[in-house]
């Protein structure tokens, strides 16, 4: 490298750190999702109702939004940097693996009721999976500070693209080998150790990507031009009071309320509205992260070179709306037509995460971002406690339709009719928050319609 050059001009080094934070979000990613799949199969084996289904799935915000961990973590990563939040949140994602592992693993625990009437599996298995949670959140916001460490002012949209791209492969893989995993030993819990198995060599990923780290920041504090003011907690204060923040938070909150519990049911909806064998069931929603593989890097490259965020997040909003109204519609039942409605999908769900978080580091200052991005997670965790629950009661309350035969054993079947139009109402709401982004964008004059390149 030539004289006074940093370690991030390295375009090699630059791409090979935002590989290794990847490693370990495919890892969470993929964690996350491993019961995705398997509603069925736990409602067979395990005897779950679809209600404690629905509480496991909102577990994994259980703590974030009611004990404000995930506020917390995005003061820490602020005040004591990337490696101590990154190592720290894999620590909390293995450890709460290892619990709910422990707990799908003991069949004596399923005839064991516990609190608000939920089977004392399912408790320790949302214990599990809310610290779980925690550490997955805090990694996404400290990882996304770290893109915006290494690629500010240079290809951030399509780095943060190609992260959330991997991240995803490790949803797709969730989706289409967890019920292999499941269906070949006739159990939940080797798919649960598989995923503790990744999560561990993505801990491991990070690790190494923290030697990177602090030599950067060994070059950045020699660097003048480089440094900025630290963070202090007056910050808070400029942050809650930003309108372009809460603009962006509530339109996360939407819409991912309509994205990733859509994916804990979607496997379900294939079973009971297309008739798909649940054996194969998680293939067509695994076709959504696959989408997002491509489309998330192009959409963000052409955020990086010709700007029009604002455009792409109300596109991909209105997008979303359309998509889930169709899965509403109960003429809609053929498999072929269940595959290409989540190839649509799988671009509105590209469209707006590729503008979106790339438009806070635009509207935030840099050393704000940690508590920002946690300010902005936390909100939407929110939505990702609140919707599980509701759909899971939902389907209990309002949707069984009778019963069917699966793999010999009676289990209820489900009209998705109701919950799916939920999904489609609370995205509308994104339409028009993106809309008033743009609005405000031109007010304030923060660049979301421009490229993020810098020449």
Known sequence: ??????????????????????????????????F????????????????????????????????????????LLDKMGIRFSGITSCLFMVIGLVIK???????????????FGLKAQVVWVVVGFGIFGVGAEV???????????WFKGKELALAMGMQLAIARIGSAAALIFSPMIAAKYQSVSPSVLFGLALMVAGAFAFIVYSFYDK??????????????????WNDVKSIITNKGFWLIALLCVVFYSAAFPFIKFATDLMVNKFSVDPKIAGTIPGMLPFGAIILTPLFGRIYDKYGHGADLMIIGSFMIVIIHSLFAAPFITHWVAAVVLMILL???????????????????PERQLGTTYALTFY???????????????????????????????????????LPMMIFAGMCSFAILLAYMVKIEDKKKGYGLQLPNIKK
């Open 1 to 34: 490298m030539k004289n006074n050059s940093l370690l991030k001009d390295s375009a090699v080094i630059r791409w090979s750190m935002l590989f290794l934070v990847s490693l370990t979000m495919f890892a969470a990613y993929l964690a996350s999702d491993i």
């Open 101 to 115: 592992y422990w707990a799908i693993t003991k069949p004596e625990l399923i005839e064991q009721t516990s609190i």
């Open 215 to 232: 030599k950067l920041d060994k070059e950045l504090s020699l660097d003048i031009n480089n440094q900025e003011e630290s963070f202090n």
């Open 36 to 75: 995705s799949p398997l509603k069925t199969m736990l409602e067979q084996h395990n005897l779950w109702s679809s209600t404690e289904y629905g509480w496991f799935s909102s577990s994994y915000s259980l703590f974030n939004v009611f004990l404000g961990m995930l506020i917390l973590g995005g003061l």
């Open 346 to 364: 799988g671009v509105a769900f590209s469209m707006v995460p590729s503008a979106m978080w790339p438009s806070l580091a635009k509207i935030m």
């Open 379 to 417: 909100i939407q965790n929110i939505g990702l406690w609140g919707m599980p629950v509701l759909i899971g009661f939902v389907l209990d309350k309002y949707c069984i339709i009778g019963t069917h035969v699966i793999n010999g054993i009676e289990v209820n079947k489900y009209d998705y009719t």
């Open 139 to 149: 990694a996404g916001i400290t990882v996304s500070k770290t893109i915006v460490k």
